[in-house]
Every structure is written in C-alpha cells, then in structure tokens.
C-alpha cells in the first residue's frame, strides 16, 4: 500500500472527531460506536 504517515493522521484525527475511535500514546481502538459501524460495513 503507497499510504503517507500523514494521511493515516488525518484519518485518525477525523475518526477520532466523530467519536469511532480513541488516541491514546500510539494506540489506537475502536469505541462503542466505531464497533457499531464497523459490523454495519461488514
């Protein structure tokens, strides 16, 4: 995959907006709502 750091970063960083996912020190998981959409996409 050709993926810069930085869009990872703004990815994340938009996720984490929305309320998806949760940064912590280099960690990254999936909140309640994040599963949630998650298991509708798949």
Do not use: D, F, P
């Given at each position: ?22 940064y ?10 994040g ?8």
């Amino acid at each position: 995959m050709n993926i810069t750091k930085a869009s990872v970063c703004k990815a994340v960083q938009r996720l984490n907006q929305q309320g998806l996912v949760r940064y912590e020190s280099h960690r990254i998981s999936l909140t309640q709502a994040g599963k949630e959409v998650a298991e509708e996409v798949i």
